[in-house]
């Protein structure tokens, strides 16, 4: 019930287009859903997070989507570019500190 | 910038050999996790830290321990390393409190169990 489920686990999209991340979770007690971008060799950095009482949340190219009764979330790169070449990483926050990761997202934008 | 310095960065240890691998951080955030990341798995929760001697398993506890004698350090112990634990480690503190989720991460290491 602590799983965050990320889909899908690799992603190839040309440059300018949009790329699409989803998760989804089960346990309600979840209070906070941060976005991370991990590029190889480096650790995961925080991109943009969602409470979830807001549906969704933009910040430049980067969207969240959120869907509280269906209890899901989704990850928007508009124009993407070959920079944003990484792995993504959905995940959830429990009270008390813990944070759960989705599988994992490689994403690949062609030039 | 929160600054986090794991260490070792990589190590090639033998089966059944304990491992130590220590997260020291330059600012006194209470927060300090450890997670392990590997093919398909994503990053799994080991153990986590709310403070000095207060800490808390994760999703993948089992043949891990961990102390926080000190603010800085979170130590992450495998008592008897096995080929199942090589993997990539990380450590993160949490900059914003325990509750955001907003982790900044170590750069890893790299552990191999041979």
């Known amino acids: 019930q602590q799983q965050v489920k990320q889909s899908p686990q690799s992603l190839i999209v040309q440059k300018g287009g949009i790329s699409i991340i989803n998760c989804a979770y089960e346990n309600t007690a979840f209070d906070y859903f941060p976005w991370y971008q991990q590029f190889p060799g480096k650790g995961p950095a925080l991109l943009i997070a969602i409470r979830p009482d807001v549906s969704e949340k933009k910040e430049g190219r980067f969207t969240i989507s959120f869907n509280k009764s269906a209890k899901q979330f989704s990850l928007h790169i508009m124009d993407s570019q070959p920079g944003d070449s990484a792995t993504y990483f959905c995940a959830a926050t429990l009270q008390g500190g813990k944070l759960i990761f989705g599988q994992g997202t490689e994403l690949s934008v062609k030039p | 910038d929160a600054g986090i310095t794991q260490s070792p960065r990589h190590k090639v240890t033998e089966t059944g050999t304990p491992v130590t691998l220590r997260c020291h951080q330059t600012?006194?955030?209470?927060?300090m996790y450890w997670y392990r990341q590997d093919p398909g798995h994503g990053l799994r929760l080991i153990h986590y830290?709310?403070?000095?001697?207060?800490?808390d398993k994760g999703e993948v506890s089992d043949g891990y321990s961990v102390s926080r004698s000190k603010t800085e350090d979170f130590l992450l112990t495998l008592e008897s390393a096995t080929s199942s634990q090589t993997s990539v480690y990380f450590c993160?503190?949490?900059?914003?409190?325990?509750?955001?989720?907003?982790?900044?991460f170590g750069e890893g290491s790299r552990l191999t169990v041979l």
């Open positions: 993160a503190i949490s900059t914003r409190g325990g509750n955001t989720g907003e982790l900044f």
């Open positions: 830290s709310y403070g000095v001697k207060d800490t």
């Open positions: 600012e006194n955030h209470r927060y």
